[in-house]
T-cell receptor, first 114, second 113 residues
């Protein structure tokens, strides 16, 4: 029972480099989310998707792009990494049916931008 | 906009002590309220939830009551254990445009043996 899987778990980037974080879920959930977690600030929503082929901006979308080409995958891209993007990134998924608003989280990606 | 405020930590307790972590919220409409827990090195997992006023959510000895009149959802446990050491997040979800969940800043709990 994999649930929500994030790759990679750790990454170090230099300022200006680009990278893609991958999130995969095997629960057939319609909704997927990307959050960042920073000390003292809880989790803040970056982007989310309510279905395959659709994405929307969350609270802190600047500097990030996302794609949802397949229902089970949600990719988060950093086009030109900045030190302010050093954070722990969490992917989550949910379904409007079944358990409703409950979020299922991956184990996170720790990103450092030097 | 919607928001969640919870007490700052860290909270340090001895085993078997009583725990309260305060949480208040601001929201339009009638949100659902949640407590999530994060153990070291892991993602968040749902601890309990309440979907309407006066509902009590409970799990693993923890409980919280949805108080609409005071816009609060305080987390309580009568006797904490060392294994309860974690970060606790209060959250609310509005069901407009996809279920978007808003989190509080988190409260770290340390329980000493």
């Amino acid at each position: 029972n994999a649930g929500v899987t994030q790759t990679p778990k750790f990454r170090v980037l230099k300022t200006g480099q680009s990278m893609t974080l991958l999130c995969a879920q095997d629960m057939n959930h319609e909704y997927m989310y990307w959050y960042r977690q920073d000390p003292g600030m809880g989790l803040r929503l970056i982007h989310y998707s309510v279905g395959e082929g659709t994405t929307a901006k969350g609270e802190v979308p600047d500097g990030y792009n996302v794609s949802r080409l397949k229902k089970q995958n949600f990719l988060l891209g950093l086009e030109s990494a900045a030190p302010s993007q050093t954070s722990v990134y969490f992917c989550a998924s949910s379904s409007p049916s079944g358990e409703g608003e409950k979020l299922f989280f991956g184990s996170g990606t720790q990103l450092s931008v030097l | 906009g919607d928001s969640v405020t919870q007490m700052e930590g860290p909270v340090t307790l001895s085993e078997e002590a009583f725990l309260t972590i305060n949480c208040t919220y601001t929201a339009t409409g009638y949100p659902s309220l949640f407590w999530y827990v994060q153990y070291p090195g892991e993602g968040l997992q749902l601890l309990l939830k309440a979907t309407k006023a006066d509902d009590k959510g409970s799990n693993k000895g923890f409980e919280a009551t949805y108080r609409k009149e005071t816009t609060s959802f305080h987390l309580e446990k009568g006797s904490v254990q060392v294994s309860d050491s974690a970060v606790y997040f209060c959250a609310l979800t509005s069901n407009t445009g996809g279920f978007k969940t808003i989190f509080g800043a988190g409260t770290r709990l340390f329980v000493k043996a």
